[in-house]
């Protein structure tokens, strides 16, 4: 247990507050946890939709530090869904399912529901490792698969076959989604405990200055609940190399390793902005030779998504025209370095959903019971929110968004405040 758990879980012992923590967390052996909020705490974030790149996925809610990733849909999975659906992620509390929590107070939560992906989890980058180190990854992890919706939901019963494993990507090249067919990956084995806590555990010798552990999951059939908790997560150096320092917070942030998807600015300056547009709030600007490295890029090619610290999340967008992507990142790109600096045409990411962009320039945009000015107002978004498209008026002035807060789970916002994505437009008749 991190001393940041101890203490917690000692306030709420002695202020006798009654929670069941069915498990303590084990020490660890092989010195410093090198990983980032390696027990899953919060506060959380939102992962971007690894399907439709540069877009927000409402229901992908991590604890910070950890990215979500999934398989996306393709050929005949598109007509259907119970292959590859993108699974939902949370943070799971003691309040909630003490039994999913191994150390208090929370652990990270992903699920299908009536449905199954060939490969989803969790993974964190980790730099500062000194090439050549022996380093051993260990989560652990407790699975509930059933085709039972009987509550409570306790036990695995009529099970999907839903099994779990940790990896090591040894050069760190992690680009949206995880390749672990890459040779420099290296996985443990399968490991299947339903309703229990076990250890999942693998080694490997690092190739570079920075590594990528994974959490991976699969299941053999679709049935009605694969739910994956992990918590208490270590990397640590078992032989080889001495461990390194994890890199101090200063902007802007080391020049990523040749492997790992990058660009480097190329202007004088450049504007680093908190949406993937013009009008999206400013950031910080970046001097020339500034080098960031990349998470995705938007589906018309226009905009990276780097990682920035100053960002909500951690996340931030840059202007194609002001950098020059390495070599990784315009392979990731899928073209040469002439077509990653000059964009051709916006194109549709297959399978793409419709949403619309929150872009106020930094202000929270009003939601609306109706698309009127002076409906009543449900709630305010803030400025580089992604919102799922159920329509717009006839007057093209409003979109109708999905919206918890609404009478029928919809609501409307202006749609000057707004940049649609190509899904979106198609699906309002917009040019």
Known sequence: MTGAKFHRWL???????????????????????????PGFDWPAQTNGDVCAPGWA????????????????????????????????????????AAD?????????????YRSIN?????????????????LRFSVWVNLLTTNSDVLPLSSSRQPGGLQARVCIHTTGAVFIVPNLNDPAVTCGAWV???????????EATAASDTVAVIIDTTAEYPVIHNDVHVDDASLTVVGGAPAAQQPSSAQPSAAPAATIPGVV??????????????????????????TFTVRAYTADRQWWQIEFKGAPGGLAFIHNSVVTPNAAAQAALGGNAATAQQPATAQTIAGAPAQVVVNTGGGRLNVRAAPAANAPILGRIQNGASLEVKGISPDKQWWRIAYAGGADGTAWVMAQYVVPNAAAKQLAGLP
């Open 57 to 96: 996925k409402d229901n992908a809610i991590t604890p910070h530090e950890w990215v979500a990733f999934w398989t996306c849909k393709s050929g005949e999975e598109l007509n259907q869904d119970l292959i590859n659906r993108a699974p939902e992620f949370r943070v799971m509390t003691v309040d909630i």
């Open 192 to 202: 299947r405990p339903y309703d229990t806590w076990g250890e999942a555990v693998v």
């Open 11 to 37: 306030c709420a012992a002695l202020c006798a507050v009654a929670l069941a923590i069915p498990h303590v967390a084990r020490a660890q052996s092989g010195g410093p946890n090198l990983l980032k909020n």
């Open 118 to 134: 060939r490969s989803a989890g969790l993974y964190q980058i980790v730099r500062g490792v000194t090439p050549g180190a022996r």
């Open 265 to 290: 600015v190329k202007t004088p300056t450049a504007n680093v902005r908190a949406a993937p547009s013009f009008n999206g709030a400013i950031l910080a600007s970046a001097p020339q030779g500034t």
């Open 100 to 112: 999913r929590v191994r150390s208090y107070p929370t652990s990270a939560s992903f699920f299908t």
